[in-house]
């Protein structure tokens, strides 16, 4: 999943800020004229505010790049310090109300600059508020971030790296072994507890300040999604999905439970693989893990995106791929600036687990490199944390998908009970995954609207309700405050699963296009997204580009549909 570099302000990814002492361009003091008049003016205001914008956003962009590469704590400070610049770049009241003036006066017909000015006026818009209360806000939210990144848990009175208590977790036939391992990753949570809460109660305060309820309904609304409409989409697909979940799951407690020879009942949350049960455990007995251990995942990146006609040679040469001391234990990729320094900060390790998350992050990173660069530079970006979320996603999915298998693997797809169970295991995935999503969405919406209750077993009630896993005994503690994304990336969760279903859409729409018989990792597809969805960059709305792509407004129909046998 991406880990944006990139500063969200008002549902624009900003990539870059700077620190400026200047204000933002005011708009040249005439008066409203014809409609060519209020364009040029517009353009002009573009022009100036974009001039000192560009160049500081690659400052930042690289000093966040420094602080999770490194860890050091200059690196940090730097960062907090220009997003702090950018925000209040975009609190200048007086550009603000020229903005919302030409907003309303209705007199902005060229589409290109229409949409520009939306995406300013979303800037400017969550930036109304006491500028320090916004210094406060980001100040805390970098000190957060950086005790997350510089976290070393303990195992048995040792310092250990993260990916050694995934490695316990996939491997370790031993309960109690299994159970340290967990609770000593869960240890973070306890430590950023108090700052969370003390966080999420500022961005409420800057939420309020603007009329909205809570941060939550105002994040949303400002990257122009509403709030009510996806909480019924993604209530249906619970609801579709519940009967599908159940009858996987039972299989999965039945496998699990003979494997560490326990009864059903008896498995904890430390006996899924996953600290937060987000990826399947490998039950099947087509050993996916093992298939990867030996493959050189970097060439097999190369590979499958140059079948698409997608050379990404130039990003892999950028990016920093391999774990050492220090460095921040995730992945994400970076776009640095719009001019096509595009570069991804992976922690590999063999397996199909990273695998799977290198192609992820270089779907985020293709989609940059193929917005058109004619654009303007405020829409030389991802149409939406949506749309960019829904192509890794997709490309993400890959190491469970029999067709690329076949392709790039030495797996033999001839066996009917292969075929069956590498199906079976790619919609378990999916479906662990999808399901996992809904926890932490439902948890942001109640965690902004009721930040004072009982929240540690909030966490428990949803991970029951949508994952059919129960709270250890006696287990009062905040797991929930142990996921990077409710600190560093606030309401972005629920992307993920819009994202999902676009991927399935997409991917229904392209294959409906081609011949029955014909292969869909062709440059043919690679062509589809890249006029389709990368070119157009952030000139259209987000569901607006969906239904130009893919024939039909976004929904959970071709998910659904996916997780059928």
Known sequence: ?????????????????????????????????????????????ITAHVARLEPLGRENNLAQWQAASTGKKEAYQKNSQLEIAIRKLHADPVAY??????????RIHDPLLRRQ?????????????????????????????RKFNNFKPRLEGKEVSESKLYDILLSSDNSDQRRQAWLSYKKKGALVRDRILELVKLRNRVARELGYADFYQMRLRLAEQDPDQIGRLFETFAERTDPIFAKLM?????????????????????????????????????????LFQEQDQVKLVRSTFARLGIDVGDIIERSDLYPRPNKMPYAFCAAIDRQGDIRILANLQPGERWTATLLHEMGHAVYEKYIDPKLPWLLRVASHATTTEAIAMMFGRLTRRLDWLSQETDIDSSQPATVADIDRQRRLELLVTARWILVVTE?????????????????????????LMKAPPGRDAPDWASKIHITAYPAYYHNYLLGEMMASQVL??????????????????????????FR??????????IKQATGKPLGSESLVKDLMP
């Not at 000015?117 to 971030?145: C, G, H, Y």
């Not at 008896?266 to 399947?280: G, N, R, T, V």
């Open 1 to 45: 999943m991406r880990a944006l570099l990139s500063i969200i302000v008002g549902g624009v990814i900003i990539v870059g800020a700077g620190c400026c002492c200047r204000q933002a361009a005011k708009p040249d003091p005439v008066t409203a004229g014809p409609a060519a008049d209020a364009e040029l003016e517009l353009q002009k205001f």
């Open 97 to 106: 109300a020229y903005l919302e003036k030409t907003r309303a006066g209705g």
């Open 117 to 145: 000015l939306e995406i300013l006026w979303l800037a400017f818009r969550e930036n109304q508020v006491d500028p320090e209360l916004l210094t406060s806000m980001v100040t805390l939210s970098t000190k957060v971030q």
């Open 250 to 290: 039972k299989g999965v407690k039945q496998k699990l439970s003979r494997r560490y020879r326990i009864g059903a009942e008896e498995l904890m949350p430390w006996h899924y693989e996953d600290p937060f049960f987000q990826h399947a455990p490998a039950i099947g007995t087509a050993d996916l893990d093992a």
């Open 443 to 467: 948890f942001e919406r109640a965690l902004y609207a009721q930040p004072d209750s009982d929240l540690n077993q909030l966490w428990w009630q949803l991970k029951e309700r949508y994952q």
């Open 508 to 533: 229904g729409a392209a294959a409906a296009q081609k011949d029955a018989d014909a292969p869909l990792w062709t440059q043919s597809f690679g062509q589809f997204l890249q006029e389709k969805i």
């Open 536 to 545: 157009p960059g952030r000139s259209l709305p987000w569901d607006q580009l």
